[in-house]
């Protein structure tokens, strides 16, 4: 603690100075005079932050991703000019909701540059992603840029280790495959530390608010990258999800985000807590300002083969079949969707309901199938209560030790979870597994059984996909995310999963339901915190759940989706 108010402790030294160091990575000429308060300015998103642009600023950053690499791969744009916008921006939305954990726009700058030459000498473009900005959870090493995963005690080191050889040198397998395929890298966004926690939080740049709404909280543990992507700052990035993530941030900053089955995508060489626990895995997943950029990401990662080269990766090229049939299902009202309004726990707030109805009945009007999703509720509770005791096999001895490395206070957000606990034995890891094990075979049985009830025309044909909450709000308020089981059922079923905005918190239309009944006193607690005023205007957004393995058909729904809410105006 300090011996005095003038005097700071060593990690507040060391986190001020990296807090500082960040703004000071700005350009002087991109630099707020001020920063307005959230009564003066409640949504920095939209017309406020292009205040700060210009004309062909704006055009540049409020490009999806498939319309930007359009234009550098043809040659239209050249990526100096589409980075130079981009870093820009994301510089203007640092400030504002405090987003980035590092920038390296230099470096940027340089790489553009090459990829600009390489398409003057050959005529065509590097690969897929060419010129296209792309942003990273502060999860995966980049050479020449720090890694501190939101601890203190990780500043001027390789995950915590002093003298490592690989400070700043060594690469993750994403950022090769990356650069491969010609996405241009500038920055890393912010997380809280831990990476277990719903909101984004940390004693180096404190807090990160949501643009949208900024009473509220981005989500966690991708938050920095949601923030990012909603203000326009990226077109999108990679994050990663073992509780929900990749889908809270995205749902939280009306985005389109991806958590793919374990073994899709490269996971080698990210920085982790808890690295070596096997039984819930993290997983890494594109989020984006459209399906379509979310697919691009996807896609394109895989075609760089990432399965040779990280022994997680399982071979499953992009399938363009499973993906042509898909469309062919929802063309032909053969499409069958689940609707799981309430998982027996905690309920949804009132725009998170009238959000599921909205998309029910878009459903409905397509002339394709819904029915109410409802596996045992016994059974949802019991996966997350397994999930859980996965994070904790160790007691919390890890997350610990890295808090031990500056002697820096956890936030109040991740108190609860990371309270010291005895470990885990090799018995109780494999009881656990076992029993999870089970669940999921349980869940598969419940999936096949709705054949009897989709009104599918084929027979014998369960349920495609099916809708859930994300969480039982639009956005959680800071230091009240008290329930994260919507996410985290579907990281213990290794489920993927793919994000949809549907709407925007309406204080008129989305008023108290006095008349609902809370099932037990942590839904009483979570449905008092709702105020029509404090949410007005946050996104709500809905997860499409699918089969494992089948990221291709849960992206064909979210174009179409995309498309179909764009017709109705819903998502606006």
């Known amino acids: 603690m300090c011996s005095n108010g003038d005097t700071l402790t060593s990690w507040q030294t060391l986190a001020t100075a990296k807090r500082e160091a960040i703004l000071g990575s700005i350009p002087e000429e991109w630099r707020l005079a001020k920063i307005p308060t959230v009564e003066e300015q409640r949504n920095v998103t939209g017309a406020y932050i292009r205040q700060f ?30 980075i130079q916008a981009f870093c820009h921006r994301a510089s203007l939305s640092h400030q504002l909701v405090n987003c980035l954990h590092e920038t390296f726009f230099d ?3 340089a790489d553009a540059k090459e990829l600009d030459a390489y398409f003057a000498d050959h005529g065509e473009p590097k690969g897929p992603l060419h010129g296209l900005p792309v942003s990273l959870k502060d999860q995966f090493h980049i050479k020449g840029v720090e890694t501190t995963m939101g601890y203190v005690g990780w500043i001027g080191t390789f995950q915590g ?19 491969q395929l010609g996405a241009v890298l500038y920055c890393k966004t912010a997380v809280p530390h831990t990476l277990m926690c719903g909101e984004t939080v940390n004693n180096i740049i ?6 949208h709404n900024r009473n509220l909280s981005c989500g966690g543990s991708s938050g920095g990258e949601g923030a990012l992507i909603a203000l326009g700052g990226s ?11 990749i889908r809270i941030p995205a749902a939280f900053n009306g985005l389109f985000g991806l958590r793919p089955t374990s073994g899709r995508l490269p996971y080698g060489g ?23 950029g979310v697919k691009l990401l996807t896609k394109s990662i895989l075609s760089a083969e990432p399965w040779l080269h990280d022994p997680l990766v399982t071979e499953i090229p992009w399938r363009r079949d499973l993906e042509a049939q898909t469309k062919d299902l929802i063309a032909s009202s053969q499409l069958s969707v689940g609707f799981l309004d309430h998982d027996g726990a905690v309920a949804p707030h009132p725009p998170v309901k009238r959000a599921l109805g909205l998309l029910r009945d878009l459903i409905v009007q397509s002339g394709n199938k819904v029915f109410e999703w409802q596996p045992p509720p016994h059974l949802l509770q019991r996966v997350n209560e397994l999930t859980y005791k996965t994070w904790l096999y160790d007691g919390g001895a890890d997350v610990r030790k890295d808090f031990a490395l500056s002697g820096e206070p956890w936030a109040v957000q991740i108190l609860d979870i990371w309270q010291e606990r005895p470990q885990a034995d090799a018995l109780s890891i494999a009881e656990n597994n076992r029993a999870l094990r089970q669940c999921r075979k349980e869940y598969l049985d419940y999936w096949n059984s709705t054949a009897a009830s989709s009104g599918t025309a084929e027979r014998h044909r369960p349920a495609d996909v099916f809708v859930a909450p994300c969480a039982p709000f639009a956005a959680a308020r800071p230091g009240r995310y008290d329930y994260i089981g919507y996410t985290s059922v579907v990281n213990g079923l290794d489920l993927p999963s793919v994000v949809v905005p549907i ?4 204080r008129t239309d989305d008023v108290v339901d006095t008349s609902y009944q809370p099932v037990s006193e ?23 759940i699918g089969r494992r393995h089948q990221e291709e058909k849960l992206l064909a729904i979210a174009e179409w989706l995309e498309g179909e809410l764009k017709k109705g105006s819903l998502a606006t």
């Open 503 to 506: 709407t925007k918190v309406d």
């Open 107 to 109: 470096a940027a700058l």
């Open 270 to 292: 990210v920085a982790n807590s808890m690295d070596g626990q096997n039984s819930v895995l993290s997983v890494v997943g594109p989020l984006a300002s459209s399906a379509g």
């Open 206 to 211: 404190e807090y990160t608010w949501n643009p």
């Open 235 to 245: 077109p999108g990035g990679f994050g990663t999800d073992i509780g929900g993530s």
């Open 522 to 544: 942590l839904d009483k607690k979570i449905q008092s915190d709702y105020d029509p005023e404090i949410y007005d205007g946050a996104p709500v957004s809905l997860q499409i």
């Open 161 to 179: 280790q002093k003298g490592d050889s690989r400070s700043m040198t060594f690469e993750s397998e994403m950022v090769r495959e990356l650069r």
């Open 53 to 82: 642009l210009s004309a062909k600023e704006v055009e540049i950053t409020e490009t999806d991703a498939m319309g930007i690499v359009e234009k550098t791969t043809s040659g239209a744009w050249r990526a100096v000019e589409v």
